[in-house]
């Protein structure tokens, strides 16, 4: 395997000096792309595109809202045949709806560019109309694993004729076990395909599939830039459940849009519900939800008519939304995974964000575990408001029980909680919420500095239709 690694990824400007014609895009793609408002590439797809255009499989270490998608896109859309009735030519293997519904959206435009037809299927909608869809023929299908799975067993698809090939997000679907049905879905396709696949991680479980699916892959790994990072701070509240319903309201009204994670779906709806009683204006997104539901709750969000998403863990990374104010782990987290997953929905493109996590008596040997996991300083803080006022969180205290010793670590540690970070060297704070993308040119805001500093900077040559998660 041929690896190269950009270190902390390109600055923007150093991206803007490469054009997507220098990575091997043709001019008729590039016209539409300028048409869609893109002039410029971000560092995964100046590293990857080469590659992938050429034919060669290709490993991306990227984070979400890196530009990933479309890094795969053009490849796709470029190379991609026409497929017969119910034989596509090309599979992306993505782990949630939403994911897959932002594929389709920014590889239409360039498929229809060689008159390519673009079908997402993934559950929570009417397997006929996949069927029928299907018999009318795909020459790219956008598919989550399982829905994917039950039309193969209907005989409703063949993979046979597929020789392109896009695993994306692999480590979340190893996280959401489904690695064993990619692996089955992997092999149906043609043994001569090219395979790109795009994570977070590149070890562990997404390595089996890198050595077992990919032949003499090349390797890239680009992390967001620090200027890119949002400066994200920790609180942890000690709360029993009967006191979180007016907690967390309280932290929509005075921090804006949230997004809130239980544990349940029941208990998503329950929040809901409950936060509406209250004057909240709020949407659920968890499994049950019908597709139509999950994107009118996004929908909402997006324009702002929803103040707070109430989600679970499967909805997590298939949340793309800038400018989150603050995340509420209304039940704490199983893992400290998931604390990552789910806190890096703020901080995202640059922004500051705020995690807010309430904790029962009962579960403070857990978040102990998560926080030593993450680096992050150990406790809980008092249950006051003003603390998310305060530029600098204060420390937070051992609760009775967990002993200091506990496989302590010295100082503040490096927080990595809201992603992957630098901080928190003052009190709970971290660099980073997960690796937010790029987003439009702006003069607003700006990020912090290691010294606290703050920094104003334009974020984005790119035009606005490359977001995160694109």
């Given at each position: 395997?041929t ?36 002039t ?25 809202g890196?530009?990933k ?16 009735p ?12 939403e ?12 498929a ?8 997402t299927i ?5 397997i ?28 409703d ?14 480590d ?5 076990g ?20 795009f994570?977070?991680t590149l070890d ?23 200027e ?14 009967g006191?979180?319903?007016?907690l967390t309201?309280?932290?929509v ?17 329950r ?31 997006h ?10 863990d499967?909805a ?14 209304h ?12 806190s ?7 922004a ?6 309430f904790?029962?008596?009962e579960?403070f ?11 992050m300083?150990?406790g809980?803080?008092?249950t006051?408001?003003a ?25 503040g540690?490096?927080g ?24 439009r040119?702006?003069?607003n ?19 606005s ?6």
């Open positions: 395997m690896s190269t690694t950009a270190p902390d990824a390109r600055t923007n400007a150093d991206a803007s000096s490469t054009s997507f014609l220098d990575l091997g895009v043709s001019e008729a793609m590039v016209r539409k792309l300028d048409a869609l408002g893109i410029s590439p971000f560092p995964i797809q100046v590293a990857t595109l080469p590659d992938a255009m050429a034919g060669r499989d290709v490993s991306g270490r990227a984070p979400t890196s530009g998608t479309l890094a795969f896109s053009l490849p796709i859309a470029t190379h991609v045949e026409r497929g017969k119910g034989r596509p030519r090309a599979l992306i293997l993505v782990p949630t709806r994911l897959a519904s932002q594929v389709r959206d920014t590889l239409v435009p360039l229809e560019q060689r008159q390519r037809r673009v079908m993934y559950g929570g909608t009417n006929r109309t996949d069927q029928q869809r299907l018999r009318k023929g795909a020459d790219v299908v956008v598919a989550t694993p399982g829905r994917l799975a039950d039309l193969i067993q209907r005989r698809i063949n993979l046979g004729d597929v020789d392109l090939v896009v695993i994306d997000e692999a979340r679907m190893a996280d959401m489904f690695l064993p049905e990619v692996k089955r879905l992997l092999d149906a396709t043609s043994p001569d395909r090219q395979t790109l696949l994570s977070a562990g479980d997404v390595d089996v599939l890198v050595k077992r699916y990919q032949k003499d892959p090349v390797r890239h790994e680009v992390h967001t830039p620090e890119e990072v949002g400066d994200v701070r920790h609180v942890f509240f000690a709360a029993e459940r006191e979180r319903r007016k309201g309280k932290v009204r005075d921090r804006g849009q949230a997004i809130v994670f239980t544990r349940t779906k029941h208990g998503a709806d929040l809901a519900k409950q936060l509406a009683q209250d004057g909240i204006k709020t949407a659920a997104i968890h499994g049950n939800r019908s597709q139509g539901q999950r994107e009118r709750a996004l929908a909402g969000f324009n702002g008519s929803v103040h707070a998403l109430i989600a679970t499967v997590a990374r298939g949340i793309h939304v800038d400018n989150v104010a603050v995340v509420v782990h039940d704490l987290p199983a893992t400290e995974k998931d604390y990552v997953h789910r890096g929905r703020t901080g995202r493109a640059g500051t964000g705020l995690v807010v996590t904790v029962a008596a579960q040997k857990d978040l102990d575990d998560i926080q030593r996991s993450l680096e300083p150990r809980v803080h008092a006051d408001m603390v998310l006022d305060e530029s600098v969180i204060p420390s937070p205290t051992l609760p009775a029980g967990i002993r200091e010793d506990r496989g302590a670590r010295p100082g540690g490096k990595k909680g809201g992603g992957q970070g630098n901080g928190p060297r003052n009190g709970n704070r971290s660099r980073g919420g997960g690796g937010g993308g790029q987003s040119s702006s003069n805001g700006g990020n912090r500095g290691k010294g606290g500093a703050r920094t104003t900077r334009g974020s984005g040559n790119q035009g239709s490359q977001r995160a998660g694109r």
